[in-house]
C-alpha cells in the first residue's frame, strides 16, 4: 500500500501537467513500515531521455543519488519514483518494467491533453524460488 500527503501529490500532478507533452519524472520521499509506504515529499527531475521525450523518460544516475542523499539528510527513505504518460493510461509499460527495481515503487500519471487524468502505483514484485532442501 502506498499513501500519498497532499502536498507531495500536488506536486507530483502539478509536475505531469507542467510538462506535457513531455513525460514527466520526479522521485517520492517519505517513511516505509513493512508493505505501507507513506509519502511526504516529491521532487521533480529533469527528464534526461535524449531521444522524443513524449513516451520516454529517463533519470540520471547522478540525480537519483543525490535525492537519496536528500532524502537522508531530512530522514526520510526514497520511496520510489513517479513519471508521467502524456495522452496515455497509467499502466506500467514495458520499458518501464525494464528499467524498473524491486527496492522503489512507481507511480504513473496519466495527463490527457494537458490535465491530470489518473493514476497507478506498482510495486514490482520479485519472486524468489528456492529449491528444496534435499
Ligand atoms: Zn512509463
Not at 499513501?3 to 500536488?10: D, G, R, S, T, V
Not at 539528510?73 to 496515455?88: A, Q
Amino acid at each position: 500500500m502506498i499513501e500519498i500527503a497532499a502536498k507531495a501529490w500536488q506536486t507530483m500532478v502539478l509536475h505531469a501537467e507542467r510538462t506535457y507533452p513531455s513525460e514527466c519524472c520526479g522521485v517520492m520521499l517519505g517513511h516505509a513500515q513493512g508493505e505501507n509506504k507513506f509519502v511526504t515529499e516529491a521532487t521533480p527531475l529533469e527528464n534526461a531521455y535524449a531521444g522524443a521525450q513524449g513516451s520516454r523518460y529517463e533519470l540520471r544516475p547522478e540525480d537519483l543519488l543525490a535525492a537519496e542523499g536528500t532524502a537522508r539528510l531530512h530522514g526520510l527513505d526514497l520511496i520510489g519514483i513517479f513519471h508521467s504518460h502524456p495522452d496515455c493510461d497509467a499502466y506500467f509499460s514495458e520499458t518501464d518494467l525494464k528499467n524498473s527495481c524491486p527496492w522503489y515503487s512507481f507511480v504513473v500519471l496519466s495527463v490527457q491533453n494537458g490535465t491530470f487524468d489518473h493514476a497507478n502505483s506498482f510495486l514490482i514484485q520479485i519472486r524468489r524460488w528456492r529449491r528444496a532442501r534435499n
